[in-house]
């Protein structure tokens, strides 16, 4: 049988790990330079940390664990015939692998209330796991990078979220833009149009405009039973066009019947107004079809998407005000955002955006012909890594053809050949695999040239 991954996984070599790593320390040094300190949580929660937090789509994406020993014995027959999923489910698993970082975040806070000092800002850099249908950008195992501020109500943590963002993807030079919305302003919408209680359909799909389109979002609403009327008062609404200003005050406008409605526009026009004192690189963009179908959202909603390329979002969050309630510990209040680093990976590949000296992790390979070669190049190599140079010796003295095609294959940018000659000078013949220059050097010229 042909090895293989499973499907929606995927493997990635050492030059692979140097790129996704590249990542994953810029997104880390910013999320340090805002004050965010790191945590980490088990791959596996219970599933009753996690049923019932992602709505009813969520918890069917979700991958169960079968209970160690024998999960089958204490089932009765008769339950086996009836094929209840869902009730042998229960029966069967109590563990899951986690679906994201924010609810096993959630589960953080409330068990370690009492040694958490308020406002809590945290991040995570961990992978999560969804039962998804693979696709270009969607897998079922991939990393998620998250900063969560709990503890909180202030509406400057989502500036600095959005902050955070320009930064990063400054950092990696992706030309992004950053798309805000407001729970509360969507729930306004959905009483305006006489539809209070289908809040939860109505966002999960309006969220798909972008993929599908208006019409097949109209037949949607119409099948979750959303009368004909209220969807044609919803058009014009999603359809509002102008600047961040004009839609908020046209949105003033509209809701102006609706208290929570009028909250949300509020709350996105605090939001805009100190985000035009913050000299972003990103355009930021007022989008009222956006809702990340998640039922814990409870305020201001972000996603980003990548300009140049072809791709879902790359990074997405929010405000949820109860989120911990679930796990009782009310009125607990926090924003958080998420960076799709498979996503951000896939990108920057495609735009091939990767500093060429991240790319190339080892600097220096040593070329030696004999044992006696080999011998004089180890306390040179000690010499390159205590100057944090990444360096490394072929292991063996062989061909120099063999030991050169090596430094190729790994993309050494260069090579420290010793042979009677270098030893008899003290030296050794740097050169550059590039160019294919090469000089006679000592080792505190070859240190100089690499740092």
């Given amino acids: 049988m042909k090895p293989s991954t499973p499907k929606g996984t995927r493997d990635f070599s050492p030059m692979e790990m140097v790129k996704r790593n590249y990542i994953f320390d810029t997104i880390r040094s910013v999320f340090y330079l805002y004050g965010f300190k790191q945590i980490e949580t088990p791959a596996i929660e219970n599933l ?27 089932v009765p027959d008769d339950e086996w015939m009836q094929k209840d999923s869902l009730k042998l489910t229960n029966k069967i698993s109590e563990k899951g692998l986690r679906y994201d970082l924010t609810v096993p975040f959630a589960r953080f806070v409330v068990q370690y209330r009492n040694q958490i000092t308020f406002p809590f800002k945290r991040f995570q850099i961990q992978p ?12 079922r195992e991939f990393y998620q990078c998250d900063a969560d501020v709990v503890g909180s109500d202030s509406l400057l943590n989502e500036v600095e979220l959005i902050e955070i963002i320009d930064t990063v993807f400054r950092k990696l030079r992706v030309n992004v833009l950053i798309k805000l919305n407001n729970r509360k302003l969507l729930t306004g919408i959905a009483e305006l149009i006489g539809e209070a209680d289908k809040i939860i359909d109505i966002t999960v799909a309006i969220d798909k405009m972008d993929k599908i389109g208006m019409e097949a979002v109209n037949a949607e609403l119409l ?20 600047d961040n200003d004009a839609k908020i005050t046209q949105l003033k406008t509209i809701l102006a ?13 605090t939001v805009l107004n100190f985000l035009k004192k913050s000299e972003l690189t990103a355009e930021v963009e007022l989008d009222l079809t956006l809702a990340r179908g998640l039922n814990y959202y409870t305020g201001t909603i972000i996603e980003v998407k990548a300009l140049d390329v072809e791709i879902g979002s790359i990074t997405g969050g929010g405000r949820y005000d109860n989120l911990t309630g679930v796990f ?87 090579v420290a050949i010793v042979g009677d000659t270098e030893m008899a000078a003290g030296k050794v013949m740097f050169k550059n695999m590039q160019t294919g220059e090469q000089n006679l050097s000592d080792i505190e010229q070859v240190v100089q040239l690499l740092k």
């Fill in 257 to 269: 019947t609706s208290e929570i409605g009028l909250l949300g526009v509020q709350e996105l026009e």
């Fill in 48 to 74: 009753t940390t996690l049923m019932g937090k992602y709505g009813e789509e969520g918890d069917k994406l979700l991958f169960k664990i079968l209970n160690s020993g024998d999960f089958a014995g204490n």
């Fill in 223 to 242: 099948e979750k039973g959303i009368s004909a009327a209220a969807i044609e008062k919803l058009r014009p609404i999603l359809e509002l066009s102008g």
């Fill in 328 to 414: 009782g510990m009310p009125n607990v209040s926090g924003v958080g955002i998420s960076f799709g680093a498979d996503r951000i990976y896939d990108v920057l590949n495609q735009l091939d955006l990767y500093p060429k000296e991240t790319v190339n992790a080892t600097k220096l390979l040593f070329v030696s012909f004999d044992t006696a070669a080999l011998e004089f190049c180890l306390p040179l190599l000690r010499r390159l890594r205590a100057e944090g140079i990444a360096a490394e010796i072929y292991p063996e003295p062989t061909k120099m053809k063999k030991q050169l095609s090596y430094a190729d294959a790994n993309a050494i940018p260069y």
């Fill in 128 to 139: 999560v796991w969804r039962a998804d249908r693979p696709q270009k950008g969607r897998y």
